[in-house]
C-alpha cells in the first residue's frame, strides 16, 4: 500500500521536473532554439497550426534560426506570426527560407533571465514538497484507517522524504545547467 502512494508521489514529482525543463526550453539563451518557436501558431488554411508542423526549423549557427516553409506562400504568414508573438527578434526572408538572427544578450538581461529561472525553479520546488504533502496525507490515512502500522508509515514517511530530497536534487541541477547555458557568453 505504502508503494502504490509512493510510486503515486514519484510520477507527479516527475512530471513537475519535465514541466520544468519544458518551460526552460522556451526561454532565451545566448544560442538559438527552436524551442524559441514552440508557442507560435500560423495560420495554415484556416486552422492555427504549430510552425513546426508548417515548415522545417534548423539552427544552422549558434545565434541563427532557419525557417524553411513547405509552402512557399506561408513566408509572410509565418513572419507575421513571428513578430506577433513578440519575442523580440525580427524574421527576414530571401523568398524560400526566413532567416532569425537572435542578438546577443547583455549582462543585464542575462541576469535578469537567471533570476526569473530561479523564481521558476522555486515554484517546481514548492510543487514536489506539496506532492511530499499529499502522500504523506495519504499514508497517514492509511494509518488511521489501520491499513498499515505505525512502524510502516515511519518507514514510508522517510522514503517520501528521500525521494522529495532527490527531485529537489534534480530540479537544482536543471536550474544549474539552464543557468549555465544562459550566462554563457
Do not use: C
Amino acid at each position: 500500500m505504502t508503494k502504490d502512494v509512493i510510486n503515486d508521489m514519484k510520477s507527479h514529482m516527475e512530471k513537475s521536473v519535465e514541466s520544468l525543463r519544458r518551460e526552460y526550453q522556451k526561454v532565451r539563451t545566448g544560442r538559438a532554439n527552436t524551442g524559441l518557436l514552440d508557442e507560435i501558431r500560423v495560420d495554415f488554411y484556416g486552422n492555427p497550426s504549430p510552425l513546426n508542423q508548417v515548415a522545417t526549423l534548423a539552427v544552422p549557427e549558434p545565434r541563427t534560426i532557419t525557417i524553411q516553409p513547405w509552402e512557399t506562400k506561408m513566408i509572410p504568414v509565418i513572419e507575421k506570426a513571428i513578430l506577433n508573438a513578440n519575442l523580440g527578434f525580427t524574421p527576414s526572408n530571401d523568398g524560400k527560407l526566413i532567416r532569425i538572427s537572435l542578438p546577443p544578450l547583455t549582462e543585464e538581461r542575462r541576469k535578469e533571465i537567471v533570476k526569473s529561472l530561479k523564481k521558476t525553479a522555486e515554484d517546481a520546488k514548492i510543487a514536489i514538497r506539496n506532492i511530499r504533502r499529499d502522500a504523506i496525507d495519504g499514508l497517514k490515512k492509511l494509518e488511521k484507517d489501520k491499513k498499515i502500522s505505525e512502524d510502516d508509515l515511519k518507514r514510508a514517511e522517510k522514503e517520501v522524504q528521500d525521494v522529495t530530497n532527490v527531485y529537489v536534487a534534480k530540479v537544482d541541477e536543471v536550474l544549474a545547467h539552464k543557468e549555465k547555458e544562459v550566462m554563457e557568453v
